[in-house]
């Protein structure tokens, strides 16, 4: 038997690389949406309290205006599954981390936002963990 037969079953994706595809998709979606919401913000379409950027206070529009071109940036890379995507999704959500968990008197609290970006971050490193145990054990045995 030749070694191309042996080796054409694993030449495909697994099935945790696949789902973490997906993830990733999943992770772009909601990163476009998190986007457009900030660029709501910005040029005021809501009607709310500093729902415009000349009214926010300085350090607002420096946190709004960042995370609306990260956010939409992040998508694009965690859409194409590139190796930056993650990076960017991971600063936009240190960013919003330390917006919401560390300035509450400046920002507000939003707990949600803060324990939906260490769930994902929980998430990405499993799916990690279990694509590099799956490759170093068919490594072994290959």
């Given at each position: ?15 945790a ?17 998190f ?108």
């Open positions: 038997m030749s070694d191309n037969a042996v080796t054409g079953a694993s030449i495909g994706p697994s099935l690389e696949t789902a973490f595809a997906w993830f990733l998709r999943l992770v772009a979606a909601y990163c476009l949406l986007g457009v919401l900030y660029w709501i913000r910005l040029i005021g379409f809501y009607d709310g309290p500093l729902w415009r950027i000349d009214t926010m206070p300085v350090y607002w529009q420096v946190a709004a205006m960042t995370l609306a071109v990260f956010y939409p940036f992040a998508a694009i890379g965690l859409w194409m599954l590139a190796s930056w995507g993650p990076v960017i999704w991971a600063i936009c959500a240190a960013a919003e981390i330390t917006m919401y968990a560390g300035f509450p008197e400046l920002f507000g609290s939003r707990s949600a936002v803060v324990i939906s970006h260490i769930c994902v971050a929980a998430l990405y490193v499993g799916f990690r963990l279990v694509i590099f145990f799956q490759k170093r054990r068919t490594q072994r045995h290959g």
